[in-house]
């Protein structure tokens, strides 16, 4: 039987390539905002370009929180991708501050502007480090490449979770993440070639439970 | 730490991917699709496809074209040309691309670019700059392949779609463009150092040293090479039997402009990693 992956489908952000990758990898994919079509399926991810405060916003207003908690309780994986990766924490100070999902605690804060080495929003590849145990990167090295695109950060309060780092505008950061089924990478795995697309088969496994 | 971006450029009319020879016009190079295939093998950071519309067929088959590379292309995909309205934006994107080149409508209309950016997102929206540097030093910034004149400074309209919210910058330089005379460090820096956005450097590479320059002596932070991988790929995709006559007659000429010396992204990655620029291996 084919594993369903639902992807949450609240109006921001460019949602095909990560359908594509997804389908390519051997998802059955839905883009959907209706919560039972979401409920139904095997792993969520949640995508997102654009403004915090005008996603949460959105997310909010079609009840797309309550259906991420649900989902969370119910023990199956869900997958934030940038901006989704942002939204999952307590609070951003983008174009004002607003609150999160609150999945994880921290915030999410700029890159330092006007920094040698470091144009903001950073839109290039960049490597990602890591050590220790982590399903997401199972069979991957640290140091690989991915593609970023943002111009804000996640601060994670509490550091008793796998994280991977990566470094730009003299900060090190942390630009993924594993917490039980919560997953979340600040980089688009989509849009990071072949090595990416090895990330998201490691979310389809765990989305099949095996891993 | 900053990876300076390779990006590769398909200028793209209809079904073909074409190239501009200088004083002779379009040649066409080749098929799309072979074209983007082989450069995301061949390990570019980003696509960019540029259109030269000249007719509505012509601009359907490029939103085909999108959706074919975008399902099975995983990199960045950029794509320009004629590009005029938000709706034209919307249907790039739904098709598949990540982001969009404006460059004819941007200027004559500076608030599409702020509307787009409110729209789409900042980091989907590329403002596409040509120069023409003029005999006072002034760079000036022209649309239509630098056909046409705008009077605008090229530094202070970069300033103002920086400040109306674009995510980068496309800069070419016409003069330099097809020349394979190298790239107009000067022109580079004169608009990298004033705006707070990445600026892609375009026009000029003739060999690989060009760029190992523009990455260590400008502020540059991407590069889009047509030309210099172009005349390589033409090469390899020969030789594998898809070329048209026309291309092995001109291949087998000589005549492709002798100040290029073609190379394949991974000779250029190489040799730019061992001179200490950092690029994504």
Known sequence: MKTKLSILDYGLGNIFSVAQAASRIGFE????????????????????????????????????????????????????????MQLMFDKSSEFGCHTGLRLLSGEIVHFPRNVEGGK??????????FDGQSRLFSGMESGCFMYFLHSFYALPADNGYFQARSEYAGIEYCCALEKGNVFAVQFHPERSGEVGLSLLENYYKIARGEK | MKFPRIIARLDIKGPNVVKGIHLEGLRVLGNPEEFATHYYQAGADELLYMDVVASLYERNSLLDFISKTAEKIFIPITVGGGLRTLEDISKVLRAGADKVAINTAAIRNPSLVSEAASRFGSST???????????????????????????????????EVNALGAGEILLTSVDREGTGQGFDLELVDAVAKKVDIPVIAHGGAGKMDDVAKLMTESSADAVALASIFHYDTITQLSSSGTTSEGNRDFLKSGRR??????????????????QGINVRM
């Open chain 1, 29 to 84: 994919v839905t883009v959907s905002e209706k919560p039972a079509e979401l409920g139904r399926s095997d792993a969520l991810i949640l995508p997102g370009v654009g403004a915090f405060g005008d996603a949460i916003g959105r997310l909010k207003e079609k009840e797309l929180d309550l259906v991420i908690n649900d989902f969370i309780s119910s023990n199956r994986p869900l997958l934030g991708i940038c901006l989704g």
């Open chain 1, 120 to 129: 903001v929003p950073q839109i290039q590849w960049n490597k990602v480090q």
């Open chain 2, 125 to 159: 929206i590329v403002v596409a700059i040509e120069a023409i540097r003029q005999q006072d030093g002034q760079y000036l910034a022209f649309v239509d392949n630098g056909r046409e004149y705008t009077g605008r400074d090229v530094i202070e309209w970069a300033c």
């Open chain 2, 257 to 274: 402009f002798s100040t290029v010396v073609p190379t394949t992204v991974a000779a250029l990655k190489g040799m730019l990693s061992q």
